[in-house]
């Protein structure tokens, strides 16, 4: 939790964040994702000052369980100070204890954001889906409960100004956004119009752009002329049977077949799982982890 102190900014996760959607598509499948495509509604996490303390956060602890499907699971929410926003004891279940920042006793419309984050341990803990090391275990954290339709209260809890500033999760802001756009892509959804905190569409718009660029890499035939261009020439350099050394800086692969043809790997643009197509002009792919039909020109 930012809290005061200096924001993070870019995409200094991106490859963990796009190795956390692909583990995701792995381990729930394509149809329980689709299972996700609403998502948590404003209304149903809003948390004012007249509100119950304690009685507000099992309510909002209670509507995040629900949406990520844990009818057995009892979340039992405290205050107490400490340095992070919140943590939670990922026990055997059916109760877990969460405990929260004793900054939210004042901030509580932020309380969702920081139960969004809780819950999804117990979530991906039950799922038995983990990284190595806490690090990428936290932005796999961030990562599924932004795509499964929770954490745009988490870029939302995100606001800054000359005179302070507030982040929770371990994503940057235009990380954040850059899920956000994948998901909303995928869905159909708008959830810019969530957003309370100017700084959080910012930041959201920002993710938006890089998320699109990634549909418009080649071999896929909305890359610009650049991109085409030098796809075309790297590929006149896989051909050549003189040439030793990969092409590098780029998201696309050459590999030969034996005595067949060239091929090329790439990314999914949805999760970037690896699809490997021949090189041989137009062709139409389909990936077989999120089914997403892609139109290429290899």
């Known amino acids: 939790m930012a809290n005061g102190g ?4 870019g995409y200094p996760h991106l490859e963990i964040v796009r190795a956390s959607i692909t583990a995701l598509y792995k381990r729930l499948s394509y149809d329980t994702i689709q299972t996700f495509a609403t998502s948590v509604a404003p209304v149903d996490v809003a948390f004012c000052d007249t509100d119950d303390l304690h009685l507000g956060a099992q309510r909002v602890a209670r509507e995040l ?17 400490m340095t992070h926003a919140a943590n939670v004891e ?17 901030h509580r419309r932020d309380i969702g954001a920081a139960l969004a984050h809780e819950v999804m341990h117990v979530y991906l803990h039950r799922l038995g889906l983990s990284f190595p090391g806490t690090r990428e275990n ?7 409960a932004t795509y499964l339709g929770a954490g745009w209260l988490l870029l939302d809890a995100y606001r800054e100004d000359a005179a302070s500033s507030q982040k929770l999760g371990y994503l940057t802001p235009e ?26 569409y910012s930041a959201y718009a920002e993710g938006r752009v890089r998320a699109r660029g990634d ?22 350099h896989a051909q050549d ?22 091929r090329v790997s790439f990314p999914c643009p949805t999760c970037h799982q690896r699809i490997r197509v021949p090189v041989r002009g137009r062709v139409r792919a389909r990936c077989g982890l999120c089914r997403t039909v892609l139109e290429c020109d290899t």
């Open 175 to 200: 990380e954040f956004g850059y899920v956000l756009a994948k998901r909303a892509r995928l869905f159909g959804e708008d959830p810019s119009v969530w957003f309370t905190s100017a700084e959080a």
């Open 138 to 144: 936290e932005i796999l954290t961030d990562t599924a």
């Open 241 to 262: 049977p003189r040439s030793a050394s990969p092409v590098s800086g780029v998201p696309y692969v050459f590999t030969p077949e034996g005595r067949g043809p060239l």
């Open 6 to 9: 200096p924001v993070e900014h």
């Open 90 to 106: 990922l026990a055997a279940g059916p109760e877990y204890f969460v405990e929260l920042n004793d900054r939210f006793r004042t």
């Open 215 to 236: 549909e418009r890499q080649p071999p896929l035939t909305a890359a610009g002329w650049a991109g085409r261009r030098r796809y075309a020439r790297d590929r006149r």
């Open 65 to 81: 369980v629900r949406h990520y499907r844990l009818p057995d699971a009892r979340m039992i929410v405290g205050f107490r100070e």
